[in-house]
């Protein structure tokens, strides 16, 4: 039976498909946040455009065999593709050897090549994609339930976890967003790029007053309601207790290497590395 699959053999094969998806999550990491699409054109080097041979696109071997460097032009390759690859292919491998071959694996990947590509793009940009926030969100809501009831549990009950873990976890960062802009209002506080200069504070008969925010983005609501979707409303506290102390490690090394306190940070990398740390924890979804 599939369910008897050697773990060690399902351990290989999921460290091989990490690998492979995580070359795909370089294109989506570096593609996704200026509206290229991610399969046109194919591989190029970033500096002289040229095709990447499909022997230079093995997933982290490709980058020792040609010395971190184009091919046609000798160009640098920066080190963070291998990384994005390797650990992609190592939380892979670590999935399946805490979950097995069960029916929720195919969602466990996803979700943690979601949570790899949202961190590493809001890293960059401060950003967290809709399609990969608002995505997910619907495919969690759809599959987990579904594959849930596959494993044998209840439907009704994977559902209504699944739908309470994603209103606890957008509502929540709401709350908090909300409730912060607010009170920043009330005391005259000044951002830099809230509301934007020349433009007048939000009114209640605004959107804008209700979803946007200063210091707390609003992609991290919506991607606290994916991993609320996927984990359910106890793995959104435990995943926002990991995020805290994450993030408070993350932020005091930013800080370090920046060597200010005031530079931009994105809190999604602290909530996809808290997730991933609640979901190997976990025995069973939801």
Not at 194 to 202: D, S
Not at 258 to 279: D, K, N, W
Request: proline share 6%; charged share 10%.
């Amino acid at each position: 039976m599939l369910t008897e699959v050697p773990r060690e053999a399902l351990v290989g094969v999921a460290c091989v498909l990490g690998l492979v998806v995580g070359s795909f999550l370089n294109v989506v990491i570096h593609r996704l946040p200026r509206g290229e699409s991610l399969v046109h054109p194919g591989s190029h080097c970033p500096a002289c455009n040229a095709p990447v041979r499909w022997t230079d696109n093995v997933p982290l071997l490709a980058y020792f065999w040609l010395r971190g460097r184009c091919r046609a032009c000798g160009a640098r390759i920066s080190l963070r593709y291998p990384a994005i690859e390797a650990i992609t292919g190592l939380l892979f491998a670590a999935i399946a050897f805490r979950h097995g071959f069960v029916p929720m694996l195919p969602v466990w990947w996803a979700f943690g090549a979601a949570l790899i590509a949202a961190a590493f793009i809001d890293l960059d940009h401060q950003i967290i994609p809709d399609e990969i926030s608002l995505g997910g969100l619907a495919l969690a809501l759809l599959c987990v339930p579904a594959l849930h009831a596959a494993s044998g549990g209840s439907f009704a009950s994977a559902l209504r976890d699944s739908l309470g873990g994603a209103l606890l976890g957008g509502g929540l960062f709401w709350l908090v967003g909300f409730a912060h802009a607010r009170v920043s209002t009330a005391l005259g506080r000044q951002f830099e790029h809230w509301p934007g200069e020349g433009e007048r504070l939000p009114s209640p008969r605004s959107l804008d007053y209700w979803l946007w925010f200063p210091g707390v983005g609003f992609g991290d609501v919506k991607l606290l309601a994916m991993i609320g979707a996927v984990l359910g409303p106890w793995g959104v506290l435990q995943t926002l207790f990991a995020a805290s102390l994450v993030g408070l490690a993350l932020g005091l090394a930013w800080a370090a290497a920046t060597r200010s306190l005031r530079a931009p940070f994105g809190f999604g990398p602290a909530l996809a590395a808290g997730a991933v740390l609640v979901m190997l924890r976990s025995g069973v979804a939801l």
